[in-house]
């Protein structure tokens, strides 16, 4: 089971006792700009429900180590233990993959298709999930961000046809992968380590992958301990 139908399926049980749950212990977010510390969070990674996709709130979620995720129409916020993420420096490209670079079998851009990166990534049938957690609200927040500067959207071509690609946010020497879609074979692969690799020029120390999948595990991801992911986001945000 990978990590996004993990969250997918934790998010469903929320939502079924969601009741139960803010009585126990489940933090409900109200106007003000804070969340509640990360160790708080329940062991598949849970920690807080409520609030709005503002840009400053989900700026100041990501600058926590915390991330949304949907079921239905109630944000539900996360932090898991251990953190998902990938070293650039780190990166495994397969021999297939490798050819395909060589030969430049798709033609890789950045920010000129954000919107339909996010689209894309928002209908795009997945593997063992039924529907997106991707809503509405979510599109316009990202796109919101995407023009403030702050989510970054990469994307392989073939021809004048998007055929991959990927969306997230970068801040310091931090990047944080959302989502990726591909209607193309390899073409959300490609679009991927060429992103990785350029993140990797510009001086990115650390691309969070939030969950574990694994796709990106023979990719060169890892698990890491929350704590430790804490550290380094501190470290590199500054």
Known sequence: MNGIYALQCA?????NILPTF????????????VFPPVHLAEPEGLLAMGGDLSSERLLLAYRSGIFPWYEGDVPLWWSPDPRFVLYPEKLRISNSMQRLIRKKAFRFSMNTAFKQVIRACKT???????????TNEVEEAYCLLHKM?????AEAWV???????????????LFF???MFSLVSNASKYAFITHVQLLQQQGVQLIDCQVYSPHLERLGAEMIPRSHFLTLLKQWLS
Do not use: C, F
């Open 22 to 33: 803010v009585a126990m212990a489940l933090y409900a977010l109200q106007n003000d700009l």
């Open 11 to 15: 998010a469903t049980r929320v939502a």
């Open 149 to 153: 500067g702050y989510a970054h959207s």
């Open 124 to 134: 795009s049938p997945r593997k063992n999930q039924q529907g997106t957690w991707i």
């Open 177 to 179: 992968g959302e989502s």
């Open 159 to 173: 021809g004048d046809q998007l055929a991959g690609g990927l969306y997230g946010i970068q801040m310091g020497r």
